[in-house]
């Protein structure tokens, strides 16, 4: 087997066990994350923020994304093709939504926004901002053209590895909120 099966095998066996440890989490951890990426994204206004409607057990930004949406414009994203960055579309709350790519719900309406802030979803992450995702690398192509977007991961504390085995394409994450603390490249500096 080749590196890169290697790695392609061990990423799979740590998804397996993070949405597995994501999955026994507390109601009360989802409580205490949501809180924290409240407390820290509060202050921004006239901003454009990506959140993300969760699917499965993801840690939930919405409570966030409707408080944010009095004084910013929220957008989430959007698959529109395969091997192609996310695109983002204008959220409101309440507004019509319908099943998109891989079961995630999206606006039926509204327009295209290029975020200043992205809340990006993970399966796994490491206390130095690396970042295991699904694997169909949608958010490292995203997060590759907007180098000036503060982004800021959100997961469980349930979901942190000791070390997200990384590709040169995986691009780490400034900021990770979790029910216990602040992680990231950008902490450990």
Same mark, same amino acid.
């Given at each position: 087997?080749?590196?890169?099966?290697?790695?392609?095998?061990?990423?799979?066996?740590?998804?397996?066990?993070?949405?597995?440890?994501?999955?026994?989490?507390? =109601?009360?951890?989802?409580?205490?994350?949501?809180?924290?990426?409240?407390?820290?994204?509060?202050?921004?206004?006239?901003?454009?923020?990506?959140?993300?409607?969760?699917?499965?057990?993801?840690?939930?930004?919405?409570?966030?994304?409707?408080?944010?949406?009095?004084?910013?414009?929220?957008? $989430?994203? $959007?698959?529109?093709?395969?091997?192609?960055?996310?695109?983002?579309?204008?959220?409101?709350?309440?507004?019509?939504?319908?099943?998109?790519?891989?079961? $995630?719900?999206?606006?039926?309406?509204?327009?295209?926004?290029?975020?200043?802030?992205?809340?990006?979803?993970?399966?796994?992450?490491?206390?130095?901002?690396?970042?295991?995702?699904?694997?169909?690398?949608?958010?490292?192509?995203?997060?590759?053209?907007?180098?000036?977007?503060? $982004?800021?991961?959100?997961?469980?504390?349930?979901?942190?590895?000791?070390?997200?085995?990384?590709?040169?394409?995986?691009?780490?994450?400034?900021?990770?909120? =979790?029910?216990?603390?602040?992680?990231?490249?950008?902490?450990?500096?």
């Amino acid at each position: 087997m080749g590196s890169d099966a290697r790695l392609a095998e061990e990423k799979a066996q740590l998804r397996k066990r993070c949405i597995a440890a994501r999955d026994a989490a507390p =109601t009360l951890a989802r409580a205490k994350a949501s809180t924290r990426l409240f407390a820290r994204l509060m202050h921004l206004r006239g901003k454009t923020v990506a959140g993300y409607l969760p699917i499965g057990s993801e840690a939930d930004p919405t409570g966030t994304l409707r408080a944010l949406s009095f004084t910013n414009r929220i957008c $989430v994203p $959007v698959v529109t093709a395969k091997g192609a960055p996310l695109r983002f579309r204008e959220w409101t709350p309440g507004c019509a939504t319908e099943r998109g790519a891989f079961g $995630v719900q999206v606006p039926i309406e509204g327009s295209w926004r290029v975020p200043d802030v992205l809340i990006v979803p993970m399966v796994g992450f490491d206390a130095s901002g690396g970042r295991l995702g699904y694997g169909g690398g949608f958010y490292d192509r995203t997060l590759a053209g907007m180098e000036n977007a503060l $982004v800021v991961g959100l997961a469980l504390e349930a979901q942190r590895l000791q070390a997200v085995p990384r590709e040169a394409t995986d691009i780490p994450l400034p900021w990770i909120v =979790t029910d216990r603390g602040v992680f990231g490249a950008a902490v450990s500096r």
